[in-house]
């Protein structure tokens, strides 16, 4: 399962980075309604549990999840990989804007195959936009690094979880979460 998705991941690496269209930010990404559409940050006093996510190259584990509306889950996510990688949950096309803003962020340098550069998260874009990746529905993390997010679900389906690293959805670095 992982060598084949590697190719194809390496191969959308390599193409040039404007074939996969530099664009302004999309506001369906992050922040005001789009985001209410998957949910909102949670409080630690609301968790009613733990789910581990392990990122590899180019998929998780596990690769569902099940949530309930209204729920908050503590979500621990740690890159087992060997690349930079995201969770970030959203709809597809939430994904979609973003993953624009993240094909941004390489093509400045910020992100760089297995490290971040953190200073370049800095730069002013314009507009009072920086390459900052501090939305509370998404970590972006270096190969060993973990974090965590709690996040409350609403919403009734159509929700993902997906690293946005120009290629590595197109490998099938996407999962679904399903509601019961």
């Not at 392990?54 to 949530?67: G, R």
Request: hydrophobic share 40%.
């Amino acid at each position: 399962m992982g060598k084949s998705k590697l190719i194809i991941a390496a191969a959308f690496m390599s193409m040039s980075l404007s074939a996969f269209g530099a664009g302004a930010h999309g506001d369906e990404h992050k922040h005001g309604a789009s985001v209410e559409k998957v949910g909102k940050p949670g409080k630690a006093s609301d968790v009613s549990r733990t789910i581990t996510v392990a990122m590899f190259d180019n998929y998780y584990e596990p690769e569902e999840i099940s949530v309930r509306s209204g729920e908050t889950v503590r979500f621990v996510v740690k890159n087992e990989g060997v690349m930079v990688h995201e969770f970030n949950i959203g709809t597809a096309a939430m994904h979609k804007a973003h993953q624009e803003e993240m094909l941004v962020m390489m093509k400045h340098g910020v992100i760089q195959g297995n490290k971040i550069n953190h200073e370049m998260m800095e730069m002013d874009m314009g507009d009072g936009q920086s390459m900052k990746h501090d939305d509370p529905n998404s970590v972006l993390l270096e190969p060993g690094q973990s974090q965590e997010i709690i996040w409350t679900f609403s919403g009734d389906g159509n929700i993902e979880f997906a690293c946005n690293v120009p290629g590595h959805y197109q490998s099938g670095m996407v999962g679904d979460v399903k509601f019961n």
